[in-house]
């Protein structure tokens, strides 16, 4: 398909393990956004890229989290250690560009994390 | 520091009725955009409208109208004859200044009933 496509959709998982969150973004787009999504609230931005760069991850809660786009393409949340509470959905957007007039936004599905 | 206050966390209607979402943001900067997203159920956020803090008048697509006031920092959301299919969450979400990142309301769940 021609959005953005995130995978997994759903992963449990057991606390302290590893997990990785994928995010395929538009073609051509060069800004990719991650966010973090809990239960009856809006988006929490958590980082973003322009190209292969994280241009901000001031949004990262603490050095459990990191995100990768070695390519300018395909982006990957790095969650080490869960805790329960990092039980949210995680989305991904991305636009043409960051920078100036914004762009639209395109929107995953999201992946659901559950740390039991 | 930029917040996007959504009060109403659910409003249910009947069909065509006519329902206004309310959102009331905060910044201190003068160059910033708003806008309105649609969350179905699927969970993909569907962008509705962007507007930027020098444009002040009022928009109409459809059914949909937007109502920027920059003296009282509302951009609310008006759905004229609501349809069971605008059943969803809605969010209002502010880019400000330099940041390149949306700050998200905690969104307002609408159900339409039939």
């Known amino acids: 398909g021609a959005g953005v496509s995130q995978t997994p959709s759903n992963k449990v998982t057991e606390k302290g393990k590893y997990v990785e969150l994928r995010c395929d973004p538009i073609?051509?787009?060069?800004?990719l956004y991650w966010y973090r999504q809990s239960l009856g609230q809006g988006p929490e931005f958590l980082i973003y890229?322009?190209?292969?760069?994280?241009?901000?991850d001031s949004g990262l809660p603490n050095d459990r989290f990191f995100a990768v786009r070695p390519e300018g393409s395909v982006s990957t949340l790095k969650i080490q250690r869960t805790e329960r509470g990092d039980s949210a959905v995680y989305l991904c957007?991305?636009?043409?560009?960051?920078?100036?007039?914004?762009?639209?936004?395109?929107f995953g599905e999201g992946s659901r994390l559950t740390v039991l | 520091a930029q917040k996007v206050t959504q009060a109403q966390t659910e409003i249910s209607v009947v069909e065509k009725e006519d329902v206004t979402l309310d959102c009331v943001y905060e910044?201190?900067?003068?160059?910033?955009?708003l806008f309105w997203y649609k969350q179905p159920p699927s969970g993909e956020l569907v962008f509705l409208i962007r507007?930027?803090?020098?444009?002040?008048q009022n928009e109409i697509s459809g059914r949909y109208s937007w109502n920027f006031q920059k003296s009282t920092s509302s951009f609310n959301f008006t759905i004229t004859a609501s349809q069971v299919v605008d059943s969803a969450v809605y969010f209002c979400?502010?880019?400000?200044?330099?940041?390149?990142?949306?700050?998200f309301g905690s969104g307002t769940q609408l159900t339409v009933l039939p």
């Open positions: 979400a502010l880019r400000s200044g330099s940041a390149r990142q949306l700050t």
């Open positions: 890229f322009q190209g292969t760069g994280a241009a901000d």
């Open positions: 507007r930027n803090s020098f444009d002040e």
């Open positions: 073609s051509g787009h060069t800004a």
């Open positions: 910044t201190r900067d003068t160059t910033y955009y």
């Open positions: 957007a991305s636009s043409l560009t960051a920078g100036g007039a914004p762009g639209e936004l395109f």
